[in-house]
């Protein structure tokens, strides 16, 4: 008798961005021995709302959490693996070698979350053929055979915005279902693309105004 298959936890979208958030300080806390924590200490180490937390794992959780000893980490460093998929070690490429492709070629945290650049690439002579944290860089025609070869689905775009959207249409093209992209543009993707623009320039004006106005209101209230 074949057992019944759980269906697949879904969960919002707000609730999974808070997820790497406590995997990331659950991973800290396993390094330091620590074997329970409850949903106070993280939402107060956070600087999160304790009923928000204690939703968002109560989502996530197979366990309901002792008393006064709160949830097991181990089982929910598990879960919250599960629910993000990082169960099984996913393969990505990464096209543009230039300062901040490489950089993150030489990222040892990918690894944290079961991610693995199995390579780079670029059509610039300067930087094919050399490798860098022993991954190679490839010129970009070997991207296609590459990725359908291995079936990677997931790309990362480090290149200038005027050739983001090429290089965005050759990833779909070969296969690419899931794109981050760190080039200062906007993407046109068809339906069933996932991508995530990360513009680092907004992001820095977005801190600096963040520290004005935190400045700001510190020196009226003084």
């Not at 995997?23 to 396993?30: A, G, I, Q, S, V």
């Not at 709302?49 to 460093?77: H, T, W, Y």
């Not at 996913?90 to 390579?119: H, M, P, W």
Request: with cysteine.
């Amino acid at each position: 008798m074949t057992e019944p298959q759980t269906e697949p936890i879904k969960i919002i979208k707000t609730v999974l961005s808070r997820l790497p958030l406590y995997y990331n300080f659950l991973l800290e806390k396993r390094k330091e021995n620590y074997k329970y924590i409850s949903s106070t200490v993280i939402a107060k180490s956070l600087k999160l709302n304790n009923i928000q937390v204690r939703k968002d794992l109560a989502c996530v959780s197979r366990q309901s959490g002792k008393p006064r000893m709160g949830f097991e980490i181990e089982s929910l460093i598990s879960d919250i693996e599960e629910v993000l998929g990082f169960n099984n070690l996913d393969e990505v490429v990464l096209v543009g070698a230039g300062r901040l492709g490489r950089t993150l070629l030489s990222y040892q945290g990918f690894a944290d979350y079961k991610l693995n650049i199995v390579a780079a690439f670029d059509n610039s002579l300067e930087f094919v053929g050399a490798k860098v944290n022993d991954k190679p860089i490839l010129h970009i025609d070997k991207l296609t055979p590459i990725v359908e070869r291995l079936n990677i689905k997931i790309g990362i775009i480090t290149v200038p915005k005027d050739a983001a959207q090429e290089v965005c249409d050759i990833m779909i093209s070969a296969g690419i279902k899931v794109i981050w992209n760190f080039a200062p543009v906007h993407l046109e993707v068809p339906d069933g693309i996932i991508i995530k623009h990360e513009n680092l320039a907004v992001s820095l004006a977005l801190l600096a105004q963040k520290l004005y106005n935190n400045t700001n209101n510190n020196i009226e209230t003084q």
